[in-house]
Each structure stands twice: as C-alpha cells, then as structure tokens.
C-alpha cells in the first residue's frame, strides 16, 4: 500500500520558518520524482516546487530564494524548508510522487498569519 505522509504545518507569523517533511512508503521511492503543491481556498492546486531521483530542483518563481526542497532516500523522505514565509503562502501543502503512477498526499495545513 503506498502511503505519502505530511507533517510540519502550522500556524506561523509573517517572516517565519516552517520545515514540511513527506514520508514516503510503499514505492520505489529513488525512482519517483518528488514534489511539494499546495492549494490555496478557493484556488487550484499548483506545484511549488519538486526534485528528480537525480536530485535536480526546480522551483516556482514566487518561492525562489525561499524555500529549499530535499530528498533522503535512505530514508524515503523530501523535505520543504521554508522561510520568510508570507500570508500568500498559506495553503494547504501536498506532497507528490511521480513516475509510472502519480501518488499524493493527504496535505499539511500551513497558516501565515500575524
């Protein structure tokens, strides 16, 4: 059963830091390129930011210089690390595997409030 588990959101202020981490299970996961999207109310799920098996990175402008995505696959693990966070981050943050089959995450709520 292939399982993609979330954790790390929360309620952060304008300016602040919060690392999200994916669990992965289930999948080859040194195959699957791994991804992060979020999905903001009342707004379609679009992709923050994601890394290959090869460990290339690619990033949406608005988080560029912000946020770091990583893999461990000794641990089945990706990693968003984000910081300066902005009230337009919050959301609700997916994680993503891709390769012969998409899988997805349940989500991680992520709040930039003052």
């Not at 903001?40 to 690619?58: C, E, F």
């Amino acid at each position: 059963q292939v399982q993609l588990v979330e954790s790390g959101g929360g309620l952060v202020q304008p300016g602040g830091s919060l690392r999200l981490s994916c669990a992965a299970s289930g999948i080859a996961f040194n195959h699957y390129r791994m991804a992060w999207y979020r999905q903001a109310p009342g707004k379609q799920r679009d992709l923050v930011a994601s890394i290959t098996s090869s460990g290339s990175t690619n990033y949406v402008d608005s988080v560029k210089g912000r946020f770091l995505i990583s893999r461990d696959n000794t641990e089945n693990t990706v990693l968003l690390q984000m910081k300066s966070l902005k009230p337009e981050d919050t959301a609700v943050y997916y994680c993503n595997a891709l390769y012969s089959r998409n899988y997805w995450g349940k989500g991680t709520l992520v709040t930039v409030s003052s």
